[in-house]
């Protein structure tokens, strides 16, 4: 008897229109890299997990306990594009960050024009495939992290909370060779109450 494995990971649906971002993202990028991009990372674990020691894990443990490999690498895509996704919000209903997000960041940065400021600058200079992450460290402390591929601070024991996604899919349609006006532009669609609730208690 044959019998179908259940699909465990699933592709999310966008908590928004899919030309809700533009001119930012636009919607031809958007339909790209979550009903393309994303779905194949999706697709990719679903069928790498399959029978192997993995099975049954949330993608945040897989993340975390396998060893560097196709299987990490989708489930860490995985882990990333859901984030990426979830964390943002048309520009006309753009509110700034709450009280709490504020401190921390002007605490740990000095101030959120300078934050911004070093997580684009992280952004440009990482070289090839890869993220930029806001994290949070177990003693509280805001860092700004940069992985290579599919990488996420999660995997060393951090808390993401923002990320930039810089692989060229994210931006090359809509920007060409300007990716710094994608990363600049990004900062008006950055929904910061789904920010601030990342946050560890
Ligand atoms: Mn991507």
Redesign the pocket.
Known sequence: MITTKMMTYTLPVLPYPADALEPVISAETLAN?HGK??AA?VNNLNRLVSGSEYVGLLVEEIVREAPDGPIYNNAG?VM??RL?FEQFIPASQYKAPGQRLINAINYHFGSMEIFKQQMTEAAMSLFGSG?VWLAIDTEGRLQIVKEMGGGNPWRRGMTPLLGI?C?E??WYLDYAFDKAAHYDALWSIVNWDVIEGRLPM
């Open positions: 890299h991009h994303f990372y895509q990333n594009h990426y993220w996604d692989w899919h994210s």
